[in-house]
């Protein structure tokens, strides 16, 4: 497939990248593919620039809070919902970090795989614990393993104290796991409930990995859920856990609990795991990422978000190739993704998100967000409330979702509000367009930014033509 | 190269903070003078998404088996403190059902205790596309049952809205959707929607899309200027969800924490009941006008209650109350069109018989759907009850399924909106002659 040099460019920068910064459509220019490429790399993504603190910490902190709360709560209300909010507050100074790295970084593809991944194992917002470990969960587990082996992913985010908490794993416990044998009134350290909860086993099958209609059953979903069981975080208060049922492991972080643990061997997916301890459940997860269902899976999200809502077969094949002969290494998808000649086709098909919309409006402008009160709730008002999507599931991938009429006005309005702020300083707005969208400006979005009234007209122009919404 | 700059201290971009609530119409058709009472006739669908517990929404308290099973997340017997409200002597309403049980009270209420989708995946994702594709099979339809109803009453050109943060599937299709939200465009001189209609004349996606906003903008002033209370900021709660400033109405109806901070969080569940109490009224106030849509859908997430369930208080009983709340919303704002109104409140599939070891429930398979109106014919549940006898459990785990959910949507499209059983078993429920619509349920 013959492209023309100038399309390729803007492709590599909207498509693959979060969109243009001024100059970045002729640094890619001439070598598109290398200009990719040469974001892959195996540290893994970058990370948000500020002092955040670890997922651990955060953990404990919340975990003291609500052992401390009824004590608080005698002093008053006040220092309870005081302390509340504050640990609340922690998640936005990371959000607003995560965006201004978006905004600013020369790697935006390397961000927006990263982004990705992030959203294939979605960790949200649901209650206090899990709000403060989005954060941590992205720069702790997803990160680092980006460009690795996506064993390495799954199992870094199995692991994560944020994974375990969202989707209810921390507190399954085996029923007839040691600790449940033992339990009885009164007995130290005994857990108030006891018992199986297959949310996280399930979620692992049907969205991290094989995908939903890949054949396994109900009885997979519940044993893999039994092998599971122990995979927790280690309290603050471990000392109540002391003697014979201790476990190894630093507060805030995680650790294999057998005392949870259902003992004896567990069968799924037609295969015997005898291992014992943390090792059944991680051979498991080793034996899913290398099954073919779970290559097909991969490779058509990652398909769908990159290229198409309904990704060419052809793509989805190489991809899922390039999965299976690299033993799962995503550096190898990436760089089979960008060699992909379907991932070029000029034809703009993907609409952006909320988030995309945003973060490449402030590219365009060569600017960031600076201020969280005022970016969040944008976000919030246009369907993507940050740290907090919808369900496991992640946020919506189709054009559908996101082009609401509703939507479009939304985008609108926030558009015009945004030009009369920036268009003053950023230059001519026909420069901004041709530095944003380089050959994909169209005739008729080019004339009627040259015909606008006023400065803040034409960047409106820009921001909400059908080029700019698009990638 | 790089200059940052902080946009966003100085001016309006507060248009857009605080929204999220957002009514999707179908169509601009104009209001048909033909039909006769049937262009009165109004179809609120209430789509409740993460598996809403049944067993909780409509305990069956005289079932013999339903404390033994629940533990200490069963809604208590009929006469105790936070006991089930009574229907009759097997079931009841969930204490947070108030104005639900008001309604049966006057026949305006009934349930379907055992209703189920024909997916037996237990995934949230695949069995919320059956819900709203309206097929037998997963991704076996692109659009929703409720917009193909709409194409199937052709020539009567019917209005239709849907509530929800993003389109919702249940209301996708070739009749273009559109949405509003409170806190909407602001700037009414500008050019800008002029200029943009012309860039997207040919545009498939943004077009219609544009047309339909701007428009719904239009009618959202009239709408909700009978309302004093609705503004922007009284759709502004702050309630504590998700370490964000302010949050919307929609955020709301997102689990919230399970980690209930004593007073804070009942009063983040009254909060979130005054939103969507608001939402109801809004909504009403959309379909009360000349023009105004007859049919709308709405959707509430956070129902997914793996842990920490609660019972007559908690997790899912403010829910509960969102749910009770939008229904009193609407059917006081609907004020006399509500003898003309139908609502279905369904979800994607049921809870686990069974408590489970988090104080929650697991996935399962049927669950209760609600049918409320001003016009319903009297009658006691809506398909059978299959009891929670250990050896009548689906897979012997969840209530079994008596009734198909389609059943229970061709009777009220033929019953409520006319729609003809020949669309009904072939285009809007397609390859679906063997599911009978259930009937008798309007008068």
Sequence with gaps: MSIDPGFEASIAVTRFGLGARPGEIDAARGDAKGYLKAQIRDSGADQPQGQFETGAAHFVQVREYQIDKRQAKMAGEDPVKAAVRQIRESAQPEFLARAQLAAQTDASFRERWTLFWCNHFTVASKNLNTAVLVGPFEREAIRPHVFGRFEDLLAASTMHPGMLLYLDQAQSIGPNSPIMQMRGPGFPGRPKAGGLNENLAREILELHTLGVGSGYTQADVTEFARALTGWSIQGPETARFGGRFASAGAPGEFTFREAFHEPGARHILGKSYNQEGVAQAGAVLHDISASPATAHHLATKIARHFVADDPPPALVARLERAYLQSGGRLDQVADALIEAPEAWAPQQTKFKTPYEFLISSYRAVGAAPQDFTRFGPVLTGLGQQPFNAPSPKGWAEDAEAWAAPDAIVKRMSWSESFSQVAAPVVGQPIQIAQNSLGAQLSPPVALAISRAESRPEALSILLMSPEFQRR | ?443
Aim: neutral net charge; contains cysteine.
């Design chain 2, 1 to 443: 190269m790089t200059r940052p700059l902080d946009l966003t201290r100085r001016s309006a971009l507060t248009a857009a903070a605080g929204i999220g609530v957002s009514v999707t119409f179908l169509g601009r058709q104009a209001f048909a003078e033909v039909g006769g009472s049937l262009a009165k006739r109004k179809l609120v669908v209430i789509v409740c998404r993460g598996a809403m517990d049944g067993l909780s929404v409509s305990p069956p308290v005289g079932d013999s088996n339903y404390h033994a099973l629940r533990g200490e997340i069963a809604i208590a017997g009929f006469d105790q403190p936070g006991g089930a409200l009574k229907l009759d002597d097997t079931f009841g309403l969930h204490p947070k059902l108030a104005t639900v049980h008001a309604l049966a009270m006057k026949g305006q209420a009934r349930i379907a205790p055992a209703v189920a989708t024909p997916d037996r995946a237990r995934s949230h994702f695949e069995a919320q596309d059956v819900l709203e594709s309206g097929s037998s099979v997963v991704y076996g339809a692109s659009s929703g049952w409720l917009n193909r109803a709409m194409e199937a009453m052709g020539p009567r050109k019917i209005e239709a809205i849907s509530v929800g943060a993003q389109a919702p599937l249940i209301l996708r299709g070739k009749i273009q959707a559109a949405s509003w939200s409170p806190g909407g465009y602001k700037d009414r001189d500008s050019r800008l929607p002029a200029i943009l209609a012309d860039l997207y004349a040919h545009d498939p996606l943004l077009g219609p899309a544009l047309a339909t906003g701007l428009d719904t903008e239009a009618m959202a002033k009239l709408a909700t200027a009978s309302e004093a209370t609705i503004t922007p900021a009284s759709m502004v709660t702050p309630a504590p969800v998700a370490g964000q400033a302010p949050v919307d109405s929609m955020a709301m109806m997102q689990p919230q924490a399970t980690e209930p901070a004593g007073r804070a969080y009942a009063q983040a569940g009254r909060a979130g009941a005054q939103a969507a109490r608001t939402l109801g009224t809004t909504l009403a106030g959309f379909m009360m006008q000349p023009n105004g849509p007859q049919v709308a859908a709405i959707s509430i997430d956070g129902f997914d209650t793996h842990a920490n369930q609660g019972a007559a208080e908690g997790q899912l009983a403010n829910r509960l109350a969102y749910l009770d709340a939008v229904v009193d919303g609407l059917s006081s704002g609907l004020g006399p069109e509500w003898r003309n109104t139908v609502v279905v409140a369904a979800t994607e599939f049921g809870r686990t018989a069974h408590i489970n070891g988090t104080k929650g429930t697991d996935h399962g398979t049927a669950s209760t759907a609600l049918v409320l109106g001003g016009g319903l014919k009297s009658g006691g549940i809506i398909g059978d009850w299959p009891t929670l006898q250990q050896a009548r459990l689906f897979e012997n785990r969840d209530t079994a399924p008596t009734l198909d959910m389609r059943g229970l949507f061709k009777g009220v499209l033929a019953e409520q909106m006319g729609v003809s059983r020949r669309a009904l078993d072939t285009t809007v429920f397609p390859d679906s002659a063997n599911v009978a619509p259930a009937t008798a349920i309007i008068a």
